[in-house]
């Protein structure tokens, strides 16, 4: 059955600000000229310490993306998230973003003034990108496999990280992410169909046998065909003691940005 698509502040005012527009998606219009639409001139430059940054400005508001980014999908993320500040957050002077803010799409830390508008920006981004309605058709019927969050990474053509976080809430299989940063886990979120109890590894270190501590320590990172790795039942989540981890077929994908020293772990069942 197909999950009922829930808009949060963020999303909605995507949401809308694609339908009034006339839009059903972004896929094939420059980022550029939507941003222009809203009186915001996007400029490539090299920075350093920051993926992107928002000038506001009395009559023209400036967005400068730093050009450095390897990856265009990255940059589209990134451009859709200061579009989102420029909607959703006139007045904020100057804004700054890099790894740390860009990843601001955990729910808890919205508490905090600076991650709810980060929050915001991240579901905006997101929603503008890849709406839920052509998400959740492109997804259906497709085996879960990295190779699905890839390819759906180039339709959209936006971050790795996005669709994960955006198949978690809306694809068909239920899966389970983890964030590491130096070795250390910072959250993890669920699908609320996933089966399974996760162990809490917040603010410790990755499971010895996770994938991601295998970069973490030896700096391993699996090749594309190689990238859905088999790990425990146990690495990841609670074997209850009735359980026996030889009945399991789990796999851990992981999403990897050495520079950031950053890893998203997708964990799933087959
Ligand atoms: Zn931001």
């Known amino acids: 059955m197909e999950k009922l698509i829930k808009y949060t502040k963020g999303s909605g005012c995507a949401r809308d600000l694609l339908l009034d527009n006339g839009f059903d998606d972004l896929i094939d219009f420059p980022l550029e000229l939507f941003a222009s639409g809203f009186g915001a001139t996007i400029i490539h430059k090299p920075m350093i310490n920051s993926d992107g940054r928002i000038i506001?400005?009395?009559?023209?508001?400036?967005?400068?993306?730093?050009?450095?980014?390897?990856?265009?999908?990255?940059?589209?993320?990134?451009?859709?998230?200061?579009?989102?500040?420029?909607?959703?957050?006139?007045?904020?002077?100057?804004?700054?973003?890099?790894e740390s803010t860009m990843s601001w799409f955990n729910n808890k830390e919205k508490q905090a003034k600076s991650g709810r508008v980060e929050y915001e920006a991240n579901q905006f981004a997101s929603e503008l990108l890849m709406p839920s309605l052509i998400f959740q058709e492109k997804q259906k019927g497709i085996k879960f496999s990295p190779q699905l969050l890839r390819d759906l990474s180039s339709y959209f053509k936006t971050s790795l990280t996005s669709v994960a976080f955006k198949y978690l809430e809306l694809g068909d299989h239920p899966i389970c992410l983890f964030h590491s940063y130096n070795k250390t886990v910072k959250y993890w979120m669920r699908n609320i169909d996933f089966p399974h109890y996760i162990t809490d590894y917040t603010k410790l270190q990755p499971p010895e046998d996770s994938v991601a501590m295998e970069f973490f320590e030896k700096g391993k990172i699996y090749n594309k065909e190689k990238s859905r790795q088999p790990i425990w039942k146990s690495t990841w989540l609670e074997l209850k003691n009735w359980e026996n981890d030889n009945d399991f077929n789990f796999y851990e994908f992981c999403i990897i940005t050495p520079a950031y020293n950053s890893v998203i772990s997708v964990i799933w069942e087959e």
């Open 56 to 98: 506001f400005g009395k009559k023209n508001t400036i967005i400068e993306i730093n050009n450095n980014i390897p990856f265009e999908e990255k940059k589209r993320f990134t451009i859709a998230h200061e579009i989102g500040h420029l909607i959703m957050h006139k007045g904020i002077d100057i804004h700054n973003d890099n």
